[in-house]
């Protein structure tokens, strides 16, 4: 058991989903679920996808939505409610189980797998031209999600509300781009018509002069 746990509490219900899970390992699904839950460790898989998408996608306003998002998770989940709720993890508490993967050595809740996973997926799925990754993106992240508990390393609230908030952190960083988007192209028109105008007077002028001087 860790020395220090934190605050301990669950539902009882908790518990007997987790160690359902525990009672369905075999060596092949766990072999799948340890790759499956690993790509979500410090949000990897998901911050190099956001790399990709901002160097192969026309439209980078899907990548920089995914990267904000991934910022709110960051600063929501991993430094504040973690740190604020302190939750004990699941196998901090019953330490009999053994583990698929390396004992935790942050707080349980929410989780920050599921968090960032749905913030990226969620980010993608939001954009029409990019609806069938985003659908297979919400796919692998709802695996991931899933994946914690099968490791027993979460309880299904932590990922629940890491979903929720996931969620929550993908649309609002997509009203946020979007919304910068928008002022961004405002300037560039209201900038392309003042300079039309100035340089159509320049050139008025311009062209006054030789007409005058050819005169």
């Known amino acids: 058991m860790i020395a220090n746990m934190g605050n301990v509490f669950y539902f009882n219900w908790e518990f007997d989903l987790l160690y359902w899970f525990q009672s369905i390992h075999n060596p092949i699904l766990d072999k799948i679920v340890v790759v499956i839950t690993s790509l979500g460790n410090a949000g990897i898989?998901?911050?190099?996808l956001t790399l990709v998408m901002l160097?192969?996608?026309?439209?980078?306003?899907?990548?920089?939505?995914?990267?904000?998002?991934?910022?709110?998770?960051?600063?929501?989940?991993?430094?504040?409610?973690?740190?604020?709720?302190?939750?004990a993890r699941p196998c901090w508490i019953d330490d009999t189980i053994p583990l698929l993967v390396k004992n935790p050595k942050d707080y349980s809740f929410p989780s920050g797998h599921s968090s960032a996973s749905f913030a990226s997926a969620v980010s993608i799925v939001q954009y029409a031209k990019y609806r069938k990754q985003g659908i297979a993106a919400v796919v692998l992240a709802a695996l991931i999600a899933v994946s914690r508990m099968y490791v027993f390393v979460h309880f299904p609230t932590d990922v629940f509300v890491g979903t929720i908030l996931g969620i929550i952190e993908a649309i609002l960083a997509g009203i946020i781009i979007r919304f910068i988007y928008r002022k961004l192209e405002e300037r560039k028109t209201l900038w392309a018509k003042n300079f039309f105008f100035t340089n159509r007077k320049k050139c008025t002028l311009t062209l006054s002069v030789i007409f005058v001087i050819l005169k």
């Open 45 to 48: 898989f998901w911050i190099l």
């Open 55 to 87: 160097i192969v996608c026309k439209d980078k306003k899907v990548a920089w939505t995914s990267a904000l998002a991934l910022l709110f998770s960051l600063l929501v989940i991993n430094i504040f409610l973690k740190n604020t709720v302190m939750r």
